[in-house]
């Protein structure tokens, strides 16, 4: 089945460093991956939609400058967290879509940010 | 704006129980559903989809039920096990774009 992998699966960076996760669908091509962010006992929030070659969409609220999204290839997904806070820590998952509309979401593993 | 909602939030049960979760949601012009499942500081795994036209979908001891008119699914685990312990959400694509919107969730134990 379609694989997609995230990377790092933690880390632990200090207030006002940058972070960048990446997510790469290993066995097929994604032109829309989407990035989406989860707070302990609670469930998904769609941070943003990453189009292959173009510009992302982001959600209301969510602040571009902040998590800049880069999706330059059709099997890779990059997000930055710059100059992260405590308050940017979360849980982070990528996901990706098989060609095709009727497809299936895949997800990542997840990446687990602490900013101390 | 489409809400998803999920009942029970949490649900035990002894091992070889039958069980049902369910899913609602508020607009029921949607594109598909999905059940997925979560194990602690992980990433989603997909279970089963459901496009709009479909009612049920089947894999293993999992069913997914679907009645759009109403706005409802419900995921059905037969013969549970320990190892179906963790936390399922449905998410529903409307039929514009392609987001999901996820529900809160159901953690699920299944005691030995």
């Known amino acids: 089945g379609a694989v997609v992998s995230q990377h790092p699966s933690w880390v632990i960076c200090k207030s006002g460093t940058s972070v960048k996760i990446e997510c790469r669908s290993l066995?097929?091509?994604?032109?829309?991956m989407f990035w989406y962010r989860q707070f302990p006992k609670q469930s998904l929030m769609l941070m943003a939609t990453?189009?292959?070659?173009?510009?992302?969409?982001?959600e209301q609220g969510v602040e571009k400058d902040k998590f800049l999204i880069n999706h330059a290839s059709l099997t890779l997904s990059t997000l930055t967290v710059t100059s992260a806070h405590p308050e940017d820590s979360s849980f982070y998952i990528c996901?990706?879509?098989?060609?095709?509309?009727?497809?299936?979401?895949?997800f990542g593993n997840g990446t687990r940010l602490t900013v101390t | 704006k489409q809400e998803v909602t999920q009942i029970p939030a949490a649900l035990s049960v002894p091992e070889g129980e039958n069980l049902v979760l369910n899913c609602s949601f508020t607009?029921?012009?949607?594109?598909?559903l999905q059940w997925f499942r979560q194990d602690p500081g992980k990433g989603l795994t997909s279970l089963l989809l459901?496009?709009?036209?479909?009612r049920e979908q089947t894999s293993g001891r999992l069913n997914a039920s679907l009645d759009k008119s109403s706005g409802r699914s419900t995921l059905y685990i037969a013969a549970s096990q320990p190892g179906d312990s963790a936390t399922y959400l449905c998410?529903?694509?409307?039929?514009?774009?392609?987001?999901?919107?996820f529900g809160e969730g159901t953690q699920l134990t299944v005691n030995p």
């Open positions: 066995d097929f091509q994604a032109t829309t």
């Open positions: 998410a529903v694509r409307g039929r514009s774009g392609s987001r999901l919107t």
């Open positions: 607009d029921s012009a949607i594109y598909n």
């Open positions: 990453s189009n292959e070659g173009s510009k992302a969409t982001y």
């Open positions: 996901s990706a879509r098989a060609p095709g509309d009727n497809s299936p979401l895949h």
């Open positions: 459901i496009q709009s036209s479909q």
